[in-house]
C-alpha cells in the first residue's frame, strides 16, 4: 500500500513537490535557526562565565550593589581563606581569586615621560603557581598573539590591539595608573611579555592581564579579591547546581546585618543575563510555534488546492466504492510520506547549514565597537542532538495536521450527487 | 605682604564702623587677604572615612603665592615619599616606588587625592575667590557661635569646577566657616565645615575642616592643620620638577 502511495507520488508532482518543498524549507530554517539560538545562548554564556561571572560568583553585599563601577575598596577581605573554605565545602565548583581594576597603562619614553596612554580594564588573575585553572577557563594558549604569558612577578600581557595602539614593544616597561583599594591613586611598574586576543570586543578594545598577587600589591589590596569565581567540573554551566550552591552558601553565610559579608550568585542571576537567557528560550519556543502554526496553514492550503485538483480522483474513488475513512487515511498516508521525506531532506540541510555555521560562525565584530557586553566577536550555530528532531518532528506534524483538515471535505461529498459531479 | 592681614583686621573695622551692610566683593576681598601670604610652610593631616573605617595621611607643604605649591607625603608608609608639584595650572605627581612623574591632567583631576574628599581639582584652584566668582549676600547666619555673612557666589567663568558655591563668612575675622559647592545643574557637590579656628601670626584660620563629597553616601575627610608658618623663605628649586625625584 505504501509503496503505491510512493509511486502515485513520485509520479504526481505536482502533489507532492510544493507540500515536501514547504517541509524542507521550513524544517531546514527551523533546525538553523535552533542551532543558532542554542549557539548564541552557549557563547553568551560562556564568555560571560570566563570572563565575568564565573558559574557562580561570591562578593561583598556591598560590591554586588555597585558591581558595574568596579568597587575594589568594598572587595572582599580574608580572601584566601574564604577560597579555602569553598573548596572544601563546594569541591564540585573550581574557585578561583580575580580583582577587577581600571586605570591608565602609561609608557615612558627614555627620559621617563609619557610617551603614550590610554585608559585600560584591568584583570588580575592567578598565573603563577600550581594548580590555577585560568590558563584554560581564559583559553589563554589560544588568546596569545605574540610573545608568552606572564612566567615570573611583575610581568603583564595586553590586548594586541592595545599594543598596537600604544607601539608597544615586547620586554617595554608599562606604568600601570590606577587606586589602590582605599582610593590613593598608585603607580606600579609592569614589563609587558605578551599579547592576547580574546574575541571578545569588550576586552580586547583595552584589556591588561596580570598576576593576582601584583595587583594585590599594586592596588594595596593584601588578601583581599574582587571577587570569588566557582566553575563547574567540566566547564558546562547548569542552571540547577549553580542555583542550589548559591542558596546553600546564602544560607550559612546569613546576612548579618553587614555589607561586607559575602553573597553568592549564579550566572544567570548577574549582568541582566536572566532576561537574555529567557529571551533566547522565548524566542526558540516562539519559533517552533510559528513554524508548525504557519506551515500546518500552508500545508493545509496546499492539501484543499491539491483536493481541488483530485476532485475527480476522489469522486470516481468513492463511486467505485472505496470508503471515505479509506481514502481520508491513503491521504493521511500520502502526508505521512511527504512529511517524512520532507523532514529527513529539511532536517539534513538545516544540520548542514548549521554545522558550517558552528565551525565558521559569523563576525559580528563591525557592530560590537562600543559594546560592554561579554560577548564573541564570531558568534557560532551549535548543532545538538535536538537539532535532529526540532526541526523534523513539527514537519511531520505539521504535514499530517494539514492534510487531516483538508482532508475532511471528503466527508463532505455527497455520493448520490456523484453521478453529476463526474458528468460536470 | 606681612602685614597683609592687618588689612583684614582694619577691613573688617571699617565695615563694622560704617554701620551698614557691606557688599558682596568686600566680604570676598577681605576673605582673600586673610588667605593670601607670600608664602607658607604647613603640616597637616586628613583623617579620611571610609566605608571599613579610616585611615590617617599626612604631608608636609610649601606654597609660595597663589600659583605654585609643593607637597610631599609622609603617612601611611605606602606613602612615603610620594610628592605633588603644582606649577600654575599643571599638577605633577612623583611616585618612589615607580620613579615616575605622572602629569595629572583631564578627567585624573577629578580623582579623589589619596583616598579623601578633595580631589586634584580642588588642589588646583585658585584659592582667591574674588576673580572666580561675583558674590552676593544672601543673609546672616550664625555657625561655631560666630555670625556670619552668607554669601553665594557665581561662577564668572564655565571652566571652574564649582558653578556656584554658598558660603558662610565670620564676620569679624573673614575666616570661611562653612561652604556648599555646587555643580552647573544645581546638584550639592561637595560641604566643608570648620570645626576649629586658630589665630597664627595674627590672622584666624580654619584649623580643623571637615571636607564632605556630597556624592559619596559615606565618609568624609577631616583635614587638620598641624603647624602651619607664614612668609617663610623657600628654596627655589622646591618649586622645579627636580624636587620631585630629589
Known sequence: MIRFLIKGLLRDRSRSLFPTLTVVVGTALTVVMYSWIRGTEADIIRANANFNTGHVRVMTRAYTAEVDRTPNDLALLGADELLDELEQRFPDFDWVSRIRFGGLLDIPNATGETRAQAPVTGLAVQLLGEGSIEREVLNLDNALVQGGLPAAPGEIVVSDELATRLELELGETATLISSTMYGSMATTNFTVVGTVEFGVAALDRGAILADLEDVRFALDMNDAAGEILGFLAGGIYDEERTARAADEFNAWIGDGGDEFSPVMGNLRAQSGLATTLDLAGAVSFALITIFVVVMSIVLWNAGLIGALRRYGEMGLRLALGEPKGHIYRTLILESVTIGLIGSVIGTSIGIACAWYLQEKGINIEPFLKNASMMIFNVMRARVTTTSLFIGFVPGLLATILGTSISGLGIYRRQTSQLTKELEA | ?246
Open chain 2, 1 to 246: 605682604m606681612k602685614h597683609r592681614w592687618w588689612l583684614v583686621v582694619l577691613l573688617g573695622w571699617a565695615i563694622a564702623a560704617s554701620g551698614k551692610a557691606p557688599d558682596g566683593d568686600a566680604i570676598l576681598a577681605a576673605v582673600d587677604r586673610n588667605i593670601g601670604s607670600d608664602s607658607k610652610v604647613s603640616t597637616a593631616h586628613m583623617v579620611i572615612e571610609g566605608r571599613r573605617g579610616s585611615r590617617t595621611v599626612a604631608f608636609r607643604s610649601w606654597i609660595r603665592g597663589m600659583d605654585e605649591s609643593s607637597t610631599e607625603y609622609l603617612e601611611p608608609p605606602r606613602e612615603r615619599g610620594v610628592k605633588m608639584l603644582k606649577l600654575g595650572d599643571q599638577l605633577w605627581a612623583y611616585y618612589p616606588s615607580t620613579d615616575r612623574t605622572i602629569k595629572i591632567s583631564g578627567h585624573m583631576l577629578r580623582q579623589s587625592v589619596m583616598g579623601s574628599d578633595l580631589s586634584y581639582e580642588d588642589l588646583m584652584e585658585d584659592p582667591l575667590l574674588s576673580g572666580l566668582y561675583d558674590p552676593v549676600i544672601e543673609g546672616e547666619e550664625v555657625v561655631l557661635e560666630r555670625p556670619c555673612w552668607v554669601l553665594h557666589l557665581t561662577a564668572k567663568r564655565d571652566d571652574l569646577a564649582y558653578d556656584s558655591r554658598t558660603m558662610w563668612v565670620d564676620k569679624e575675622r573673614f575666616v570661611i566657616l562653612r561652604e556648599h559647592r555646587f555643580a552647573k545643574s544645581g546638584k550639592l557637590l561637595k560641604t566643608t565645615d570648620v570645626t576649629e579656628v586658630a589665630e597664627i601670626d595674627g590672622r584666624w584660620l580654619g584649623k580643623t575642616i571637615e571636607f564632605k563629597d556630597a556624592l559619596r553616601s559615606v565618609g568624609g575627610t577631616t583635614f587638620i592643620v598641624d603647624t602651619i608658618d607664614f612668609d617663610e623663605e623657600i628654596p627655589e628649586y622646591v618649586f622645579t620638577k627636580a624636587i620631585l625625584r630629589k
